[in-house]
């Protein structure tokens, strides 16, 4: 499939471990992390959970920057993925965070993340216009691929399920591959980039 669109979600999927909780984990506040969690898609919709979650970190984001750059572990076989295939990249996360990492890979690729006001009495999140998705009523990546036509999703977590229902072909690992499973919907299960190069 040379010429159908590649859209990639990045923490977990990309980056071996979700870089947002190790960031909460190892500079922001343990009980807040957790309360928040247990009450995603029940009181708490996805951004009122980034938004609290990341109010609780207060560290100057140099530091966190210099810690995810040695930290931040990638998915075997992403970096000559990503040169072949120039994949999209849509995230929950942010872009401060997100850039850093692909230029020590040497990558330049099209990101579509949120932005952060780092403050010192605690972190802002700035999220990018999204429309309120018609699906699951949340502002949701669909907003970020409705120009795309017929794409392949790869993802792993809550922020992929509404989106990779659009997608016409979904590769999924961990909680998304568990929750498609659940709701019948099809996709194939992936452990990195190079078993994922395989089958395209
Ligand atoms: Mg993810
Ligand atoms: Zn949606």
């Not at 919709?45 to 100057?60: D, K, M, N, Y």
């Not at 970096?79 to 849509?90: D, M, Q, T």
Request: aromatic share 8%; hydrophobic share 40%; glycine share 8%.
């Amino acid at each position: 499939m040379p010429d159908t669109p590649l859209v990639v979600d990045w923490d977990g999927t990309v980056t071996e471990v979700d870089g947002l909780h190790l960031v909460l984990l190892e500079f922001g506040d343990a009980e807040i992390y957790e309360a928040h969690e247990s009450r995603l898609g029940r009181e708490l919709t996805l951004q009122e959970v980034i938004a609290g979650e990341f109010e609780s970190v207060r560290a100057p984001l140099p530091e966190v920057l210099g810690w995810m750059r040695e930290n931040a572990r990638l998915r075997a076989g992403f970096r000559e993925f990503a040169r072949r295939h120039r994949p999209l990249i849509v995230s929950s996360g942010f872009h401060e965070l997100i850039e850093p990492v692909l230029e020590r890979e040497g990558l330049e690729l099209e990101v579509r993340a949120n932005r952060l006001d780092p403050r010192p009495e605690g972190w802002r999140v700035l999220f990018r216009p999204q429309a309120t998705c018609a699906v699951c009523g949340e502002p949701c990546k669909r907003a970020d691929v409705v120009a795309l036509d017929g794409f392949v999703y790869v993802g792993d977590g809550y922020s992929d399920r509404c989106v990779a229902e659009a997608a016409k072909r979904v590769f999924a690992r961990d909680g998304l591959a568990t929750y498609l499973a659940e709701r019948g919907v099809e996709f194939e299960p992936f452990t990195d980039f190079v078993d994922l190069e395989t089958r395209l």
